[in-house]
């Protein structure tokens, strides 16, 4: 694996983004959105995550993390195991779920092909974590993740798209408590 898609500095920023095999979507539903923000919560408490940004769209996640002093690839890797397992309950015990079965089936599927799974796989290998080392980059990934759900047609205005931190860079209360870079 090259070494661009690796975690470096525990004391620095990254960008990163974890997407659904095949690109599923998922996170159209409100059950399946609250089991990150949970997560996310539950990391945040206990395992040393920083959030400084992020945005759920219907089949992936965008990021802007650090870490106060646990390893960050460790974080990342417990956050997407625990997901994958919790959404996989959520989905499977979902009898409203009209594409249970066809989701399910990719899911398998790609837990089959891939060695370091057993039987099921939600995330994608790589998280493609991306070292902010200026406060230029920052900037430009923190715009990047809150025009998403504009660029998607979702919303008129970032702040107005609620599974994302950018209702907190206009002075209104989001969904995750996130740190700030004074």
Known sequence: MSRKYKFSDNDQLYFI?????????IFIRKEYK????????????EKDLEIYAWCIM?????????????ALD????????????????AIESNQLESRRKWMISIMKNAGLQNGNNR???LWQQHNHPIELVTEEMFYQKLEYIHRNPVKAGFVKNEED??????MDFYDKKGLIELCYIV
């Open 34 to 45: 609250d089991i990150l923000l949970d997560s996310w919560r539950y990391c945040q408490k």
């Open 58 to 70: 219907t089949s992936h996640v965008h990021m802007i993390v650090g870490s106060k002093g646990r």
């Open 17 to 25: 983004t974890f997407t659904v095999v095949g690109w599923v979507d």
């Open 119 to 121: 039987d099921w796989q």
């Open 161 to 166: 798209y609620l599974y994302s931190s950018a």
């Open 74 to 89: 460790k974080i990342i890797g417990e956050m997407k195991s625990f997901t994958s397992r919790s959404l996989r309950k």
